[in-house]
């Protein structure tokens, strides 16, 4: 309290913030901008996983044939025949025909709309109920296709529409659906999706008037649309930015991730067709991609505008995503059907089918750099709060340089207060209120171009004139206390933006923060443009720059013309951030108010009375309360000597049996926090030593198992807990933990003996029953190899065995010095937890294959398989397979070029251990396989 109460320290702390406050502000600007360039690389990022199990894609059993596939393809031309003839409109007769022809339900929904200038539209939908056979339409899930006439510039759905009718037909004789599946065809782009969503959840807008739905299915859990131009497609675009850059959970994105990999479709997300290409070798190479990636995601949730008709899906709490084929060469056909998309989304439908609940785990929040990592908001909000810090140190430079007492003859005037300085505060919202709301009606009575030029003149014009009305009635103290409440005021108003829309905040923050920390410059030009360049950073300008930068960035034309057809695509976002935009536009003119006066003579007056204020507050501190004595205690404890016992009572540890004590209490209670042990779990414990994690251990778990291998340490042991009621839920294994018969346990902690490291995580890892996760403390490298990725310098069999079984997390570094006695390496701590269930191979051949791979993991596989002994042995093993299976041997067998013939037909001659992730082994050792190769 000694800072708040003692006006010396107070003093001290006002002077060292006015001598450094531009050195942190800038240091502050530079970390977190560079924390938020890196948060895109691998050691940030994060691998993608299944939170909700009943979605995992492994059971669905694929039932679309090619007889489905020819449904399509017939539906498919039937559609471009109608397009071709010379009076071509949205077919709402011929799709309300099919489908019910397919014995659904079809309804055809009717809709009118009103877009300024360009008087009233009339649009309709068709859509179709698939009723659930093993329940009575209390859930359901829709696959939606907008229709697009030939004449479109983006891309054509009449491959999307065949399809669905494909779905359709192969769906209507399956019993095992236990949600409705709702077809949806629209037309008019987004106003025809908004507008049946709206009229499904019976919502009135003020846009679209529409007719109530004549029938509807069950609350609707998922929603899928399908923009396929037609058959031989080269890859699927993912396209999940929402509205206001709202994303779907990332479970409904990983689940198609996979179905899709299965059928060897390749996904990208965000357009970005660099991630079809191998994975850069070269570090550099590697980031830009994911950075590229990445901005764009961001750059498109900062414009708040849709990237497909999902967006409106997910405002109603419906997690959904577009997913729209394209091709690499329009000339050139690729291998993707409608059999693989007819598969894939079949797979989709099914899986969301076992879905007993909303989608409620995963993550809602997060950045996508590539398809298979993702950046949690655990992890990209701090470098925003770290970028917007500036401010707030600029803002108590100004506080106390307002509140100095100047002398009562100065022009300045005295101290300012919060009361002077609100009205002016009061007064710009209300200018920024008046200016927005000449802009929104503007909006609805004139044509969208004129409307965005009328509301940005309006507002742009009331904001430069309020610091010439300000300037005119305040002090320079007054100046400086509306300067910083003003800086406040936009920090504050930058974090609830996060909130809305964090990649429009952290845009903004990136443009406004070092315009609004700047030193005012003496120069009027130099401070209208400097004013000019701070109102620009506004979130509505903001987004208006974005998505024209997003027009240049796609290649796409883009005029204020383009709003007209996409009103609704901006309406909510601006109506979102309303009053982001009245706090923030408005106080970055006030922010200038004072800048119009004669900064010069504003900074003589102050240094001039600086020295005066210092003495006067010197003076009163020391006729204050007596001074704080320097010799008192803080009164806590040093409890580095308590962290068990050791050398001190005549132990000498055995360094044969890895014996190396953890003495830090801080480190030993981030092992037990990271455990996340509960009161029910049974915790198994390796080398307990002294008892200086098992103490903390027993104190969280229903049970301890301890296994020891020194009885010296666990007379230690027994004699620590005697006597207490931690003794009770202790027992003691004596022996050798890799040779002793490990009991059932949940949680497994461990500061293992470094040379049992690999055999004793194995051996945990065939462990049965499975456990729910264990704790290790490990050697650094042989931690770095348990979580190294393809590429990596320690990437090896270790690696690739160990991630087949489980998820393997580092956790923490912890240094030698924390052991009695220091040993000779650094230390991590790993978390693993086992899949369940493990992957369903033969884990023989599995082995065998990876050790061949991993004998000199940097050459191709090509020449790996090329040695004399392993050529022997695959033909060996090749001629016995045969036997086994009553398999005719080649008379001409040459088992090398076999070899060499599958690697070439599966393009993994080339590749190279070091680099292949484990889906990529997998598909080795299937193929090897299914060729008659074997490794066992």
Request: charged share 20%; net charge positive.
């Amino acid at each position: 309290m000694g800072l708040l109460t003692d006006p010396g320290k107070s003093e001290q702390m006002a002077k060292l913030l006015a001598k450094n406050y531009a050195k942190l502000s800038a240091l502050a600007y530079i970390v977190g901008l560079c924390w938020t360039f890196a948060i895109v690389d691998d050691h940030f990022t994060l691998r993608t996983y299944f939170s909700e199990n009943a979605l995992l894609p492994g059971l669905v059993e694929p039932a679309f044939t090619s007889t489905d596939e020819a449904f399509a393809k017939m539906q498919y031309k039937l559609l471009i025949d109608l397009q071709r003839k010379p009076d071509s409109h949205f077919p709402v007769d011929f799709l309300h025909d099919a489908f019910r022809k397919l014995g659904l339900e079809a309804y055809v929904h009717s809709y009118n709309y009103t877009l300024p200038g360009d008087g009233h539209k009339h649009g309709k939908s068709v859509y179709a109920i698939l009723r659930a056979s093993r329940a009575n339409s209390q859930e359901s899930m829709v696959l939606a296709a907008p229709y697009r006439s030939s004449k479109t510039e983006k891309v054509r759905t009449e491959g999307g529409i065949a399809l669905l009718l494909a779905l359709a037909h192969q769906f209507r004789f399956k019993h095992y659906w236990a949600k409705d599946i709702i077809f949806l065809v629209t037309e008019n782009e987004h106003i025809g999706a908004k507008a049946w969503v709206e009229a499904y959840h019976g919502i009135d807008s003020s846009v679209v008037a529409s007719e109530p739905l004549k029938d509807r299915a069950g609350a609707i859990q998922a929603a899928i649309t399908a923009e396929i131009p037609g058959p031989n497609l080269d890859y699927v675009d993912a396209r999940i930015v929402g509205i206001n850059g709202q994303m779907p959970n990332l479970d409904l994105l990983n689940l198609v991730r996979l179905l899709c990999s299965q059928q060897q479709i390749p996904l990208v997300i965000q357009g970005n067709s660099q991630l079809l290409e191998r994975t850069p070798q070269n570090m550099m190479g590697h980031y830009l991609r994911d950075l590229q990636t990445a901005s764009a995601m961001v750059t498109s949730a900062a414009s708040g505008q849709l990237e497909g008709n999902h967006g409106f899906f997910q405002q109603f709490n419906i997690q959904s995503l577009t997913l729209r084929g394209l091709k690499k060469d329009a000339n050139r056909n690729g291998r993707i059907g409608f059999l693989d998309l007819g598969i894939a989304f079949e797979g989709i439908c099914r899986s969301l089918n076992n879905l007993l609940e909303r989608f409620h785990q995963s993550f809602f929040f997060y950045i996508m750099p590539a398809t298979q990592r993702f950046v949690s908001i655990g992890l990209y909000m701090p470098p925003l709060g770290i970028l917007v810090l500036p401010l707030v140190l600029t803002a108590l430079h100004l506080w106390s340089k307002g509140s100095f007492p100047v002398g009562e003859g100065n022009a300045a005037g005295g101290s300012s207060t919060v009361g002077t300085v609100l009205p002016w505060i009061v007064l710009s919202h209300a200018i920024g209120l008046g200016a927005f709301t000449v802009g929104l009606s503007a909006l609805s009575t004139l044509p969208d171009t004129a409307a965005m030029m009328v509301g940005l003149g309006a507002t742009l014009a009331v904001a430069f004139s309020t610091p010439v009305l300000t300037s005119r009635f305040l002090r320079e103290a007054d100046a400086n206390l509306l300067h910083s409440l003003t800086l406040i005021e936009l920090a504050v108003g930058l974090y609830a933006l996060s909130m809305l829309n964090f990649s429009l905040a952290l845009i903004v923050a990136m443009i406004a923060v070092p315009v609004a920390i700047l030193q005012v410059p003496t120069n009027r030009t130099l401070r209208t443009l400097l004013g000019g360049l701070l109102l620009v950073t506004c979130p509505t300008l903001v987004m208006l720059g974005v998505k024209v930068w997003e027009g240049l960035r796609t290649g796409a034309v883009f005029s204020l013309n383009d709003l007209d057809k996409v009103k609704d695509e901006w309406l909510l976002p601006l109506s979102d951030l309303f009053m982001h935009t009245v706090v923030l536009l408005n106080p970055f003119s006030v922010l200038r108010s004072s800048d119009l006066q004669s900064s010069a003579t504003k900074e003589a007056l102050y240094y001039r009375d600086m020295p005066k204020v210092i003495t006067a507050k010197r003076k009163e501190g020391r006729l204050g309360a007596k001074p704080y004595s320097t010799s008192s205690t803080s009164g806590v404890s040093n409890d580095s000597s308590s962290s068990g016992t050791g050398s001190g009572q005549g132990i000498q540890f055995n360094r044969d049996f890895g014996q190396h004590i953890l003495k830090n209490p801080l480190v030993l209670n981030a092992i037990v926090d990271k455990a996340n042990i509960r009161p029910s779990d049974v915790v198994l414990e390796v080398g307990p030593g002294t008892g200086n994690l098992t103490v903390r251990l027993l104190e969280k778990a229903s049970r301890v198992i301890a296994c020891e291998i020194d009885p010296r340490l666990i007379a230690e042991l027994q004699k620590r807990v005697q006597g207490s009621p931690l003794a009770s839920k202790l027992h003691i294994i004596q022996g050798d933990v890799l040779k002793a018969d490990l009991p059932y346990f949940d949680v497994c902690v461990a500061n293992l003996p470094y040379q049992i490291s690999s055999p004793f995580v194995f051996k945990l890892l065939l462990h049965r029953p499975l456990f729910r996760s264990a704790v290790l403390m490990f050697q650094r490298e042989f931690a770095q190899r348990l979580v190294a990725q393809p590429s990596d310098k320690l990437y090896c069999r270790l690696s690739i065995n160990t991630q087949l079984l489980s998820k393997v997390e580092h956790l923490m570094k912890i240094g030698k010095n924390n052991f009695r006695p220091p040993p000779k390496v650094e230390s991590s701590v790993v978390r693993i937890e086992p899949k369940n269930p493990p992957p369903a191979i033969n884990y023989k051949e599995w082995d065998g294959l990876v050790r061949i791979a991993f004998v000199r993991k940097n050459k191709t596989l090509s020449a790996g398989f090329k040695t004399t002994s392993m050529m022997e042995m695959l033909d060996k093993n090749y001629r016995t397979h045969c036997s086994l299976t009553n398999t005719v041997i080649e008379p001409d067998l040459d088992i090398k070029k076999k070899v060499e013939a599958i690697l070439e037909k599966y393009d993994f001659g080339k590749m190279r251990a070091r680099t292949m992730d484990l889906d990529e082994f997998l598909k080795l050792l299937h193929v090897m396989n299914t060729e008659g190769i074997h490794f066992a």
